[in-house]
Protein backbone atom coordinates (compact mmCIF):
# COMPACT_ATOMS: atom_id res chain seq x y z
CA UNK A 1 0.00 0.00 0.00
CA UNK A 2 2.92 2.63 0.91
CA UNK A 3 4.21 1.67 -2.73
CA UNK A 4 1.44 1.91 -4.48
CA UNK A 5 0.57 5.35 -2.55
CA UNK A 6 4.30 6.80 -3.56
CA UNK A 7 3.47 5.41 -7.04
CA UNK A 8 0.51 7.65 -7.16
CA UNK A 9 1.65 10.67 -5.57
CA UNK A 10 4.76 10.69 -7.96
CA UNK A 11 2.76 10.21 -10.86
CA UNK A 12 0.44 13.31 -9.76
CA UNK A 13 3.64 15.23 -9.06
CA UNK A 14 5.04 14.70 -12.62
CA UNK A 15 1.27 15.57 -14.39
CA UNK A 16 1.32 18.78 -12.31
CA UNK A 17 5.44 19.47 -13.14
CA UNK A 18 4.33 18.91 -16.85
CA UNK A 19 0.60 20.32 -17.26
CA UNK A 20 1.74 23.11 -19.80
CA UNK A 21 3.70 20.81 -21.78
CA UNK A 22 0.98 18.54 -21.98
CA UNK A 23 -1.77 20.71 -22.64
CA UNK A 24 0.40 22.09 -25.66
CA UNK A 25 0.88 18.66 -27.18
CA UNK A 26 -2.90 17.78 -27.02
CA UNK A 27 -3.67 21.09 -28.45
CA UNK A 28 -1.68 20.80 -31.45
CA UNK A 29 -2.97 17.58 -32.07
CA UNK A 30 -6.70 18.77 -32.06
CA UNK A 31 -5.52 21.77 -34.11
CA UNK A 32 -4.22 18.89 -36.76
CA UNK A 33 -7.36 17.11 -36.76
CA UNK A 34 -9.39 20.06 -36.87
CA UNK A 35 -7.49 21.69 -40.12
CA UNK A 36 -6.62 18.24 -42.34
CA UNK A 37 -9.35 15.90 -41.09
CA UNK A 38 -6.89 12.80 -41.21
CA UNK A 39 -3.01 11.77 -40.30
CA UNK A 40 -2.52 11.14 -44.05
CA UNK A 41 -1.97 13.90 -46.48
CA UNK A 42 -4.99 13.60 -49.54
CA UNK A 43 -2.22 12.62 -52.19
CA UNK A 44 -0.97 9.63 -49.87
CA UNK A 45 -4.43 9.20 -49.00
CA UNK A 46 -4.75 7.97 -52.77
CA UNK A 47 -1.93 6.35 -52.98
CA UNK A 48 -2.72 4.48 -50.21
CA UNK A 49 -6.50 3.72 -51.66
CA UNK A 50 -4.55 2.86 -55.18
CA UNK A 51 -2.15 0.34 -53.81
CA UNK A 52 -5.17 -1.23 -51.85
CA UNK A 53 -7.29 -2.06 -54.69
CA UNK A 54 -4.78 -2.28 -57.22
CA UNK A 55 -1.24 -3.65 -56.30
CA UNK A 56 -1.22 -7.14 -55.61
CA UNK A 57 2.23 -8.32 -54.16
CA UNK A 58 4.90 -9.95 -56.67
CA UNK A 59 3.94 -13.05 -55.68
CA UNK A 60 0.55 -13.06 -55.85
CA UNK A 61 -0.98 -14.56 -58.91
CA UNK A 62 -4.21 -13.56 -60.47
CA UNK A 63 -7.42 -14.90 -59.27
CA UNK A 64 -10.19 -16.36 -61.39
CA UNK A 65 -12.86 -15.09 -59.04
CA UNK A 66 -11.95 -11.56 -59.89
CA UNK A 67 -14.47 -9.46 -61.31
CA UNK A 68 -13.69 -8.44 -64.53
CA UNK A 69 -12.19 -4.91 -65.06
CA UNK A 70 -13.81 -2.08 -67.26
CA UNK A 71 -12.25 -2.05 -71.08
CA UNK A 72 -11.90 1.74 -70.90
CA UNK A 73 -9.59 1.02 -67.74
CA UNK A 74 -7.57 -2.10 -69.22
CA UNK A 75 -6.81 0.49 -72.15
CA UNK A 76 -5.91 3.27 -69.83
CA UNK A 77 -3.56 0.95 -67.48
CA UNK A 78 -1.74 -0.63 -70.83
CA UNK A 79 -1.42 3.41 -71.77
CA UNK A 80 0.05 3.81 -68.22
CA UNK A 81 2.10 0.62 -68.69
CA UNK A 82 3.85 2.24 -71.82
CA UNK A 83 4.79 5.44 -70.79
CA UNK A 84 6.20 3.81 -67.20
CA UNK A 85 8.35 1.98 -70.08
CA UNK A 86 9.50 4.45 -71.91
CA UNK A 87 10.20 6.49 -69.02
CA UNK A 88 12.43 3.62 -67.37
CA UNK A 89 9.96 3.58 -64.26
CA UNK A 90 10.15 -0.21 -64.30
CA UNK A 91 8.49 -0.15 -60.44
CA UNK A 92 5.45 1.10 -62.12
CA UNK A 93 5.50 -1.14 -65.25
CA UNK A 94 5.54 -4.57 -62.65
CA UNK A 95 2.79 -3.00 -60.91
CA UNK A 96 0.58 -2.40 -63.71
CA UNK A 97 1.85 -6.04 -64.81
CA UNK A 98 0.83 -7.58 -61.97
CA UNK A 99 -2.86 -5.68 -62.59
CA UNK A 100 -2.94 -6.57 -65.76
CA UNK A 101 -2.63 -10.35 -64.77
CA UNK A 102 -6.36 -9.93 -63.72
CA UNK A 103 -7.31 -9.30 -67.12
CA UNK A 104 -9.80 -12.00 -69.13
CA UNK A 105 -8.27 -10.92 -72.31
CA UNK A 106 -4.22 -11.23 -73.52
CA UNK A 107 -2.56 -7.79 -71.96
CA UNK A 108 -1.97 -5.70 -74.70
CA UNK A 109 1.63 -4.97 -73.91
CA UNK A 110 4.81 -6.42 -75.10
CA UNK A 111 6.00 -9.55 -73.29
CA UNK A 112 10.07 -8.47 -74.11
CA UNK A 113 9.11 -5.16 -72.24
CA UNK A 114 7.75 -6.91 -69.33
CA UNK A 115 10.86 -9.32 -69.12
CA UNK A 116 13.22 -6.20 -69.42
CA UNK A 117 11.68 -4.14 -66.88
CA UNK A 118 11.95 -7.88 -64.33
CA UNK A 119 15.35 -7.54 -65.00
CA UNK A 120 16.14 -4.10 -64.28
CA UNK A 121 14.14 -4.63 -61.23
CA UNK A 122 16.21 -7.36 -60.38
CA UNK A 123 14.22 -9.81 -60.51
CA UNK A 124 16.48 -13.08 -60.74
CA UNK A 125 15.73 -16.08 -63.12
CA UNK A 126 13.83 -18.48 -61.46
CA UNK A 127 11.15 -15.85 -60.57
CA UNK A 128 10.93 -14.93 -64.64
CA UNK A 129 10.23 -18.12 -65.68
CA UNK A 130 7.56 -19.17 -62.95
CA UNK A 131 6.07 -16.04 -64.26
CA UNK A 132 6.64 -16.79 -68.29
CA UNK A 133 5.14 -20.47 -67.13
CA UNK A 134 2.05 -18.59 -65.17
CA UNK A 135 1.19 -16.60 -68.24
CA UNK A 136 1.49 -19.52 -71.20
CA UNK A 137 -0.88 -21.21 -68.58
CA UNK A 138 -3.23 -18.86 -68.46
CA UNK A 139 -3.42 -17.67 -71.99
CA UNK A 140 -2.44 -20.61 -73.94
CA UNK A 141 -3.17 -18.64 -77.13
CA UNK A 142 0.13 -16.96 -76.47
CA UNK A 143 1.55 -20.40 -76.01
CA UNK A 144 3.56 -19.53 -79.34
CA UNK A 145 7.46 -20.41 -80.59
CA UNK A 146 7.27 -17.03 -82.62
CA UNK A 147 6.37 -15.25 -79.41
CA UNK A 148 9.38 -16.53 -77.18
CA UNK A 149 11.45 -15.95 -80.54
CA UNK A 150 10.66 -12.27 -80.34
CA UNK A 151 12.13 -12.97 -76.47
CA UNK A 152 14.70 -14.46 -77.68
CA UNK A 153 15.92 -12.21 -79.93
CA UNK A 154 15.79 -9.17 -77.63
CA UNK A 155 17.71 -10.81 -75.21
CA UNK A 156 20.29 -12.30 -77.54
CA UNK A 157 20.60 -8.61 -78.36
CA UNK A 158 21.65 -8.00 -74.62
CA UNK A 159 23.79 -11.45 -74.92
CA UNK A 160 21.87 -12.66 -71.75
CA UNK A 161 22.51 -15.70 -72.59
CA UNK A 162 21.59 -17.84 -69.19
CA UNK A 163 18.17 -16.78 -69.28
CA UNK A 164 17.53 -17.71 -73.23
CA UNK A 165 19.02 -21.37 -72.25
CA UNK A 166 16.37 -21.37 -69.20
CA UNK A 167 13.58 -20.21 -71.60
CA UNK A 168 14.84 -23.19 -74.55
CA UNK A 169 14.74 -25.82 -71.12
CA UNK A 170 10.96 -24.73 -70.42
CA UNK A 171 9.93 -25.36 -73.93
CA UNK A 172 8.90 -29.24 -73.49
CA UNK A 173 6.71 -28.47 -71.03
CA UNK A 174 4.68 -25.91 -72.77
CA UNK A 175 4.59 -28.07 -75.89
CA UNK A 176 7.15 -26.14 -78.06
CA UNK A 177 10.13 -26.74 -79.82
CA UNK A 178 13.29 -24.43 -81.06
CA UNK A 179 12.65 -24.15 -84.86
CA UNK A 180 14.83 -22.39 -87.61
CA UNK A 181 14.83 -18.99 -85.97
CA UNK A 182 15.34 -19.76 -82.66
CA UNK A 183 18.90 -21.69 -83.98
CA UNK A 184 19.59 -18.57 -86.30
CA UNK A 185 18.89 -16.58 -82.56
CA UNK A 186 21.52 -18.68 -80.46
CA UNK A 187 23.95 -19.06 -83.71
CA UNK A 188 24.13 -15.12 -83.98
CA UNK A 189 24.58 -14.65 -79.97
CA UNK A 190 27.16 -17.34 -79.54
CA UNK A 191 29.45 -15.96 -82.80
CA UNK A 192 29.24 -12.61 -81.24
CA UNK A 193 30.14 -13.91 -77.86
CA UNK A 194 33.10 -15.63 -79.75
CA UNK A 195 31.75 -19.02 -78.47
CA UNK A 196 32.24 -20.77 -81.27
CA UNK A 197 32.25 -24.53 -79.69
CA UNK A 198 28.68 -24.07 -79.02
CA UNK A 199 28.26 -22.58 -82.59
CA UNK A 200 29.94 -25.97 -83.57
CA UNK A 201 27.14 -27.81 -81.27
CA UNK A 202 24.24 -25.98 -82.32
CA UNK A 203 25.23 -27.36 -85.84
CA UNK A 204 25.69 -30.82 -85.13
CA UNK A 205 22.06 -30.58 -82.82
CA UNK A 206 20.54 -28.61 -85.92
CA UNK A 207 21.79 -31.84 -88.86
CA UNK A 208 21.20 -34.63 -86.48
CA UNK A 209 17.73 -33.23 -85.66
CA UNK A 210 17.14 -32.24 -89.82
CA UNK A 211 16.93 -28.75 -89.27
CA UNK A 212 17.12 -26.73 -92.49
CA UNK A 213 19.64 -23.24 -92.16
CA UNK A 214 18.27 -20.39 -92.84
CA UNK A 215 20.46 -17.51 -94.95
CA UNK A 216 21.62 -16.05 -91.50
CA UNK A 217 22.39 -19.41 -90.00
CA UNK A 218 24.60 -20.11 -93.18
CA UNK A 219 26.14 -16.96 -92.92
CA UNK A 220 27.28 -17.47 -89.20
CA UNK A 221 28.86 -20.88 -89.67
CA UNK A 222 30.63 -19.69 -92.74
CA UNK A 223 32.17 -17.06 -90.26
CA UNK A 224 32.66 -19.23 -87.90
CA UNK A 225 34.67 -21.11 -90.17
CA UNK A 226 36.53 -18.66 -91.25
CA UNK A 227 37.35 -17.62 -87.87
CA UNK A 228 39.13 -21.08 -87.43
CA UNK A 229 40.81 -21.41 -90.75
CA UNK A 230 38.59 -23.54 -91.45
CA UNK A 231 39.03 -23.40 -95.56
CA UNK A 232 36.82 -26.86 -95.95
CA UNK A 233 33.98 -26.41 -94.19
CA UNK A 234 33.70 -22.73 -95.14
CA UNK A 235 33.47 -23.83 -98.86
CA UNK A 236 31.18 -26.23 -98.48
CA UNK A 237 28.70 -23.85 -96.57
CA UNK A 238 29.58 -20.96 -99.49
CA UNK A 239 28.11 -23.81 -102.02
CA UNK A 240 24.91 -24.27 -99.99
CA UNK A 241 24.28 -20.81 -99.14
CA UNK A 242 25.38 -20.05 -103.37
CA UNK A 243 22.54 -22.37 -104.07
CA UNK A 244 19.84 -20.58 -101.84
CA UNK A 245 20.67 -17.34 -103.91
CA UNK A 246 20.81 -19.08 -107.28
CA UNK A 247 17.56 -20.25 -106.64
CA UNK A 248 16.32 -17.08 -105.36
CA UNK A 249 17.73 -15.41 -108.18
CA UNK A 250 15.24 -18.41 -110.77
CA UNK A 251 12.45 -16.80 -108.27
CA UNK A 252 12.86 -13.53 -109.24
CA UNK A 253 14.00 -12.30 -105.82
CA UNK A 254 17.02 -9.50 -105.08
CA UNK A 255 18.74 -11.71 -102.40
CA UNK A 256 21.26 -13.27 -105.08
CA UNK A 257 22.32 -9.68 -105.98
CA UNK A 258 22.45 -8.32 -102.44
CA UNK A 259 25.23 -10.95 -101.52
CA UNK A 260 26.91 -10.34 -98.64
CA UNK A 261 30.66 -9.20 -100.43
CA UNK A 262 32.66 -9.28 -97.10
CA UNK A 263 31.83 -13.23 -96.86
CA UNK A 264 33.11 -13.19 -99.88
CA UNK A 265 36.25 -11.56 -99.89
CA UNK A 266 37.45 -13.07 -96.55
CA UNK A 267 36.99 -16.49 -98.48
CA UNK A 268 38.97 -14.85 -100.98
CA UNK A 269 41.48 -14.27 -98.29
CA UNK A 270 41.38 -17.87 -96.83
CA UNK A 271 41.99 -19.43 -99.82
CA UNK A 272 45.11 -17.29 -100.60
CA UNK A 273 46.12 -18.17 -97.33
CA UNK A 274 45.24 -22.18 -97.52
CA UNK A 275 46.87 -21.93 -101.93
CA UNK A 276 43.26 -22.76 -102.29
CA UNK A 277 42.38 -20.25 -104.78
CA UNK A 278 42.58 -22.46 -108.17
CA UNK A 279 39.90 -24.56 -106.34
CA UNK A 280 37.69 -21.68 -105.58
CA UNK A 281 38.07 -19.29 -108.04
CA UNK A 282 35.03 -21.31 -109.92
CA UNK A 283 32.67 -20.80 -107.11
CA UNK A 284 32.84 -17.17 -107.83
CA UNK A 285 30.65 -17.28 -110.41
CA UNK A 286 27.59 -15.57 -110.79
CA UNK A 287 28.58 -14.07 -107.51
CA UNK A 288 28.84 -10.15 -107.27
CA UNK A 289 32.63 -9.56 -106.40
CA UNK A 290 34.59 -5.90 -106.20
CA UNK A 291 37.86 -4.91 -107.85
CA UNK A 292 39.54 -5.38 -104.35
CA UNK A 293 38.60 -9.25 -104.48
CA UNK A 294 39.79 -8.97 -107.95
CA UNK A 295 43.05 -7.11 -106.55
CA UNK A 296 43.47 -9.92 -103.36
CA UNK A 297 43.77 -12.95 -106.45
CA UNK A 298 45.70 -11.13 -108.62
CA UNK A 299 48.21 -10.66 -105.77
CA UNK A 300 48.41 -14.28 -105.21
CA UNK A 301 48.27 -14.95 -109.03
CA UNK A 302 52.11 -13.08 -108.56
CA UNK A 303 53.26 -14.38 -105.75
CA UNK A 304 52.39 -17.93 -106.94
CA UNK A 305 53.71 -17.06 -110.55
CA UNK A 306 50.65 -18.58 -112.27
CA UNK A 307 49.99 -16.83 -115.14
CA UNK A 308 46.90 -19.77 -115.89
CA UNK A 309 44.85 -18.54 -112.91
CA UNK A 310 45.57 -14.72 -113.78
CA UNK A 311 43.98 -15.51 -116.91
CA UNK A 312 40.86 -16.78 -114.96
CA UNK A 313 40.59 -13.85 -112.83
CA UNK A 314 40.94 -11.61 -115.55
CA UNK A 315 37.89 -13.46 -117.51
CA UNK A 316 36.03 -13.17 -114.08
CA UNK A 317 36.49 -9.33 -113.94
CA UNK A 318 35.48 -9.40 -117.54
CA UNK A 319 32.42 -11.54 -116.89
CA UNK A 320 30.94 -8.86 -114.32
CA UNK A 321 32.20 -6.29 -116.19
CA UNK A 322 34.12 -4.76 -112.64
CA UNK A 323 35.98 -1.59 -113.84
CA UNK A 324 39.83 -2.21 -113.28
CA UNK A 325 42.05 0.64 -112.52
CA UNK A 326 45.45 1.26 -113.32
CA UNK A 327 47.00 -0.17 -110.30
CA UNK A 328 45.02 -3.61 -111.04
CA UNK A 329 46.28 -3.50 -114.58
CA UNK A 330 49.75 -2.83 -113.04
CA UNK A 331 49.23 -6.54 -111.16
CA UNK A 332 48.15 -7.77 -114.12
CA UNK A 333 51.50 -7.19 -116.24
CA UNK A 334 53.15 -8.62 -113.30
CA UNK A 335 51.13 -12.13 -113.77
CA UNK A 336 51.44 -11.92 -117.02
CA UNK A 337 55.40 -11.83 -117.07
CA UNK A 338 55.76 -14.79 -118.99
CA UNK A 339 53.59 -13.66 -121.88
CA UNK A 340 54.79 -10.87 -124.03
CA UNK A 341 51.26 -10.82 -125.74
CA UNK A 342 49.52 -10.83 -123.58
CA UNK A 343 51.19 -7.81 -121.39
CA UNK A 344 51.31 -6.01 -124.97
CA UNK A 345 47.33 -6.36 -125.16
CA UNK A 346 47.25 -5.05 -121.28
CA UNK A 347 49.44 -2.40 -121.98
CA UNK A 348 47.57 -1.33 -125.23
CA UNK A 349 44.12 -1.12 -123.13
CA UNK A 350 45.38 1.29 -120.87
CA UNK A 351 46.60 3.47 -123.15
CA UNK A 352 43.98 3.73 -125.31
CA UNK A 353 41.89 5.34 -122.15
CA UNK A 354 43.76 8.41 -122.66
CA UNK A 355 44.62 8.70 -118.99
CA UNK A 356 46.99 9.72 -115.96
CA UNK A 357 48.57 6.18 -115.33
CA UNK A 358 49.02 5.24 -111.97
CA UNK A 359 52.83 4.77 -110.71
CA UNK A 360 51.90 0.62 -110.28
CA UNK A 361 51.38 0.18 -113.77
CA UNK A 362 54.22 2.12 -115.07
CA UNK A 363 57.05 0.61 -112.79
CA UNK A 364 55.17 -2.57 -113.25
CA UNK A 365 55.79 -2.00 -117.69
CA UNK A 366 59.63 -0.83 -116.85
CA UNK A 367 59.70 -3.73 -114.79
CA UNK A 368 58.73 -6.08 -117.51
CA UNK A 369 60.30 -4.51 -120.23
CA UNK A 370 63.88 -4.58 -118.29
CA UNK A 371 63.11 -8.32 -118.23
CA UNK A 372 62.80 -8.14 -122.49
CA UNK A 373 64.41 -5.43 -123.14
CA UNK A 374 61.41 -3.61 -125.17
CA UNK A 375 62.79 -0.26 -125.14
CA UNK A 376 59.56 0.77 -127.91
CA UNK A 377 57.23 0.17 -125.38
CA UNK A 378 58.70 2.13 -122.51
CA UNK A 379 59.21 4.82 -125.09
CA UNK A 380 55.54 4.75 -125.73
CA UNK A 381 54.63 4.93 -121.86
CA UNK A 382 57.04 7.65 -121.03
CA UNK A 383 55.20 9.99 -123.88
CA UNK A 384 51.76 9.07 -121.90
CA UNK A 385 52.80 9.65 -118.81
CA UNK A 386 52.10 12.63 -116.82
CA UNK A 387 53.21 11.48 -113.81
CA UNK A 388 56.55 13.31 -112.74
CA UNK A 389 57.07 11.28 -109.21
CA UNK A 390 60.38 10.64 -108.06
CA UNK A 391 60.21 6.65 -107.66
CA UNK A 392 58.78 6.90 -111.65
CA UNK A 393 61.21 8.95 -113.28
CA UNK A 394 64.22 6.87 -111.06
CA UNK A 395 62.60 4.12 -112.50
CA UNK A 396 62.73 5.44 -116.30
CA UNK A 397 66.37 6.83 -115.72
CA UNK A 398 67.60 3.37 -115.12
CA UNK A 399 65.76 1.29 -117.29
CA UNK A 400 67.29 3.73 -120.55
CA UNK A 401 70.35 3.60 -118.42
CA UNK A 402 70.94 0.09 -118.50
CA UNK A 403 69.47 -0.63 -122.11
CA UNK A 404 71.90 1.55 -123.27
CA UNK A 405 70.17 4.29 -124.17
CA UNK A 406 72.16 6.94 -122.41
CA UNK A 407 70.70 10.24 -124.34
CA UNK A 408 67.19 10.09 -123.50
CA UNK A 409 68.52 9.13 -119.55
CA UNK A 410 69.88 12.69 -119.57
CA UNK A 411 67.00 13.85 -120.92
CA UNK A 412 64.58 12.47 -118.68
CA UNK A 413 67.05 13.87 -115.72
CA UNK A 414 67.38 17.07 -117.29
CA UNK A 415 63.82 18.13 -118.89
CA UNK A 416 61.85 16.26 -116.08
CA UNK A 417 63.49 15.77 -112.87
CA UNK A 418 64.89 19.00 -112.62
CA UNK A 419 61.85 20.35 -113.38
CA UNK A 420 60.50 18.50 -110.79
CA UNK A 421 63.38 20.08 -108.48
CA UNK A 422 62.89 23.80 -109.67
CA UNK A 423 59.31 23.39 -108.61
CA UNK A 424 59.85 21.98 -105.06
CA UNK A 425 62.19 24.78 -104.13
CA UNK A 426 65.56 25.31 -102.63
CA UNK A 427 65.27 22.83 -99.37
CA UNK A 428 64.59 20.23 -101.98
CA UNK A 429 68.66 20.03 -103.21
CA UNK A 430 69.04 16.99 -101.69
CA UNK A 431 66.11 14.85 -103.05
CA UNK A 432 67.84 14.58 -106.63
CA UNK A 433 70.62 12.67 -105.37
CA UNK A 434 68.79 10.25 -102.63
CA UNK A 435 68.63 7.17 -105.24
CA UNK A 436 72.16 6.23 -105.59
CA UNK A 437 71.51 3.40 -107.78
CA UNK A 438 69.65 5.47 -109.64
CA UNK A 439 72.79 8.61 -109.44
CA UNK A 440 75.14 5.81 -110.37
CA UNK A 441 73.44 4.77 -113.48
CA UNK A 442 72.83 8.30 -114.41
CA UNK A 443 76.37 9.43 -114.27
CA UNK A 444 77.21 6.68 -116.07
CA UNK A 445 75.11 7.78 -119.08
CA UNK A 446 76.42 11.30 -119.33
CA UNK A 447 79.87 9.77 -118.98
CA UNK A 448 78.83 7.30 -122.18
CA UNK A 449 77.03 10.31 -124.18
CA UNK A 450 79.82 12.92 -123.52
CA UNK A 451 77.35 14.91 -121.32
CA UNK A 452 80.65 15.79 -119.07
CA UNK A 453 78.51 18.79 -117.29
CA UNK A 454 76.24 16.62 -116.25
CA UNK A 455 78.63 14.00 -114.96
CA UNK A 456 80.19 16.89 -113.01
CA UNK A 457 77.46 18.34 -111.69
CA UNK A 458 75.97 15.34 -110.53
CA UNK A 459 79.96 14.47 -108.56
CA UNK A 460 80.11 18.31 -107.43
CA UNK A 461 76.84 17.78 -105.22
CA UNK A 462 79.02 15.48 -102.84
CA UNK A 463 82.66 16.57 -103.40
CA UNK A 464 83.83 14.74 -100.24
CA UNK A 465 82.12 11.26 -101.35
CA UNK A 466 85.44 9.87 -102.52
CA UNK A 467 83.46 6.36 -102.61
CA UNK A 468 81.15 7.55 -105.03
CA UNK A 469 84.12 8.70 -107.85
CA UNK A 470 85.80 5.45 -106.96
CA UNK A 471 83.28 3.93 -107.79
CA UNK A 472 82.35 6.05 -110.77
CA UNK A 473 86.12 4.99 -112.11
CA UNK A 474 85.62 1.51 -111.30
CA UNK A 475 82.59 1.42 -113.95
CA UNK A 476 84.10 2.90 -116.64
CA UNK A 477 87.32 0.40 -116.06
CA UNK A 478 85.28 -2.57 -116.07
CA UNK A 479 83.19 -0.73 -119.71
CA UNK A 480 87.03 0.33 -121.27
CA UNK A 481 85.74 3.72 -120.90
CA UNK A 482 89.23 5.70 -120.81
CA UNK A 483 87.82 8.88 -121.24
CA UNK A 484 85.03 8.71 -118.66
CA UNK A 485 87.41 7.56 -115.98
CA UNK A 486 89.93 10.39 -116.60
CA UNK A 487 87.34 12.91 -116.56
CA UNK A 488 86.22 11.22 -112.89
CA UNK A 489 89.36 11.58 -111.87
Known sequence: MVMDVDIVSNLASFIVATRVELLLFFAAVIAYFALFGNA????????????????????????????????????????????????????????????????????????????????????????IIRELKTYFKKYPSECDMGLLNDLLEALSKRLDSDLMEKIIEILPSIDLKSDQRTYEIFLNMYFTTRNF???????????ANQVPFTTRSTIVVIKTALKLNNFEEALRYFRELKAVWTGNAVAGSPTASMAPRHIVSQLVELACKEHQLSEFLPELSGVPITEDIITVMLTECVRQKDSTLAMQVEKLAKTQEIQLSDATFGLMVRGFSGDPAKVQQLFDDVLSRNGEHSAEFILAI???????????????????TKSRQLPVLSAFIRFYADNEQYEKACDVFENDLKAVHAANGPDSHRSLYLDARMERSLMNAALRCGRDHLAKNLLDS??????KHITMIRNCAAEGNLQGAMSVF
Open 40 to 127: LPKEQRREAKIKIKVEPSDREQPSDTTPPIDSEDCDQLEKSFQVAFENGDHRSVLRCWNTMKKFGKVPGVPLTQVIESMQRFKKDTPF
Open 197 to 207: QEVKSLVAEMT
Open 366 to 384: ISFCNQTGNVVMVDKLYKS
Open 462 to 467: SPSDIA
